[in-house]
């Protein structure tokens, strides 16, 4: 416990610093000007009246704020309580740098408030404004390359390719960007289906905002939740602790990519499809919803129906990702346009490495063709690049080839390589956008009256729409509720 005798110091310093500081405040200022609780000037400095062009600053006193001061903001303190600490007020050609505290009695009640002018020349301000100048140009220049990170780096014109198959790819691609509905991109692994959804992102209304990919597989299930629809802080341990904003917010407004959905664990599943139909998510460790503007493209090169029948991925959300479908043809389904994306990969070499441009031969066009590329496109970049490392030919033939990739040899040869397992390519039935959408809202209509016993007004609760909107679904579907 304190003594006596220090409180009572401690108490003479209080009430002694509160007018030293005033005064202090008052020197340095280039004005003051104070007012009671009706904003009239009670007090006014020689300095602030000389500048304002009062003769007499005993003059001002009496006067409403405002009459002297036509810009000043007293009133507001006086009547919020909330100081001002530092604000520009225009004073005919004149800006001044000014700070405004109220002022309060024993109780805590406001009787007035006070008004200090520490410049009167914004050039006394020039280092700190230099700073906060600099400062938001380093915010600005890192917003801008954050946003260069989140736009895509191919367009549609990327994905190489005259065979039929790739021609219905970018027909339906270019159809796909001119609407808002999700996108399931099949195909095997290595046959594109990023290069295409970048393509959709950026013919699309969205080209402006972030495109976000992820890939589902490469995620542990752990860490799942919180990379898809973030964390509040505190959430759980460990160096994301903070807080993680999370791809659907990242991707507001604009596109996210979801790779390999086949891959999704059942529970995060039910997340996203409500995601998907609310626009909306819910950041682990919040109970508090967050709206989204979010355009989902998701691909796999698993038969997703074949899941549905394991117990491994939900119906619903099958039907709320399958409305419009491109499937993408593998390497070895391209027959000669195989050579195509050759010379694009081969001139994609020669750009980022600055070794030489190289051309194949007929001959070693013919026996790229023959290969069965398990890796797809992928693949057949690794073997380019690896030719292009081996060789100083600028044309390459069916031995440089060889030397990248052995099998080559076989199959010039006329003979059958070793079998490579192929991963079976999805290839649903598409039906038209109208069809397919029609048909997912009679499954859901379906749904919710089942799982409210035939009961209109609570299956529509259950839906978060009005009874008379269900109806008139109802209605347009052909079902009936008792």
């Not at 009496?62 to 303190?77: A, K, M, T, Y």
């Not at 790739?166 to 509905?181: F, G, I, P, T, Y």
């Not at 026996?367 to 690049?385: D, I, T």
Request: glycine share 8%; charged share 25%; with cysteine.
């Amino acid at each position: 416990m304190f003594e006596d005798g220090f409180i009572g110091k401690i108490e003479m310093l209080r009430q002694r610093a509160m007018p030293s500081l005033f005064e202090a405040m008052e020197r340095q200022s280039q004005g003051g000007v104070a007012v009671d609780r009706d904003a009239r000037i009670v007090w006014m400095n020689e300095k602030y009246a000389r500048m304002l062009g009062v003769p007499d600053a005993m003059a001002a006193l009496g006067h409403d704020v405002e009459e002297i001061i036509p810009n000043s903001l007293l009133r507001q303190v006086v009547t919020t309580g909330q100081p001002i600490l530092l604000d520009v007020m225009y004073f005919g050609a004149q800006r001044l740098v000014v700070s405004r505290f109220p002022l309060t009695d024993e109780q805590g009640g406001i009787i007035g408030a006070v008004g200090f002018v520490f410049y009167d020349n914004l050039q006394r301000l020039k280092p700190l404004l230099s700073e906060l100048s600099r400062l938001e140009a380093e915010l600005e220049t890192a917003r801008r390359r954050l946003n260069e990170n989140r736009q895509p780096r191919h367009t549609l014109q990327s994905y190489v390719g005259e065979s039929p198959a790739c021609l219905e790819v970018k027909r339906r691609a270019r159809l796909a960007a001119h609407h808002d509905a999700p996108i399931l991109l099949l195909g095997e692994t290595g046959t594109g289906k990023e290069l295409i959804a970048q393509g959709i992102h950026g013919l699309s209304a969205r080209a402006g905002k972030p495109f976000v990919g992820v890939n589902v597989a490469a995620i542990p299930d752990t860490l799942l939740e919180a990379e898809f629809f973030g964390a509040v802080p505190g959430a759980y341990t460990g160096v994301d602790r903070r807080g993680r904003e999370g791809r659907f917010k990242s991707a507001d407004g604009g596109t996210l990519f979801l790779d390999e959905i086949g891959d999704m664990p059942l529970a995060l599943q039910a997340k996203l499809l409500r995601a998907l139909q609310e626009q909306e998510i819910e950041p682990l460790g919040s109970d508090r919803p967050v709206k989204v503007d979010v355009r989902v493209i998701a691909a796999t090169h698993v038969e997703l129906e074949q899941r549905i029948r394991e117990g491994r991925f939900r119906s619903d959300l099958y039907y709320r990702l399958n409305v419009l479908t491109i499937r993408l043809p593998s390497l070895r389904e391209m027959g000669r346009g195989l050579e195509a994306i050759a010379e694009s990969i081969l001139q994609e070499i020669a750009l980022r490495t600055g070794m030489p441009g190289r051309a194949l031969t007929p001959d070693a066009v013919e026996v790229l063709a023959r290969h069965p590329w398990p890796g797809n496109v992928r693949e057949l970049r690794n073997v380019l690049e690896r030719v292009c490392m081996l060789t100083d030919n600028l044309r390459l033939t069916v031995d440089d080839l060889a030397e990248a990739l052995p099998a080559m040899r076989l199959v010039e040869a006329g003979e059958t390589p070793a079998p490579v397992p192929a991963v079976p390519a999805a290839a649903p039935a598409v039906r038209p956008y109208e069809e397919a959408f029609a048909a997912f809202e009679r499954e859901l209509l379906q749904q919710a009256l089942e799982a409210s016993g035939q009961r209109a007004s609570e299956a529509a609760k259950r839906l978060g729409i009005s009874r008379a909107a269900f109806y008139k679904k109802l209605a347009k579907t052909g079902l009936r509720a008792r």
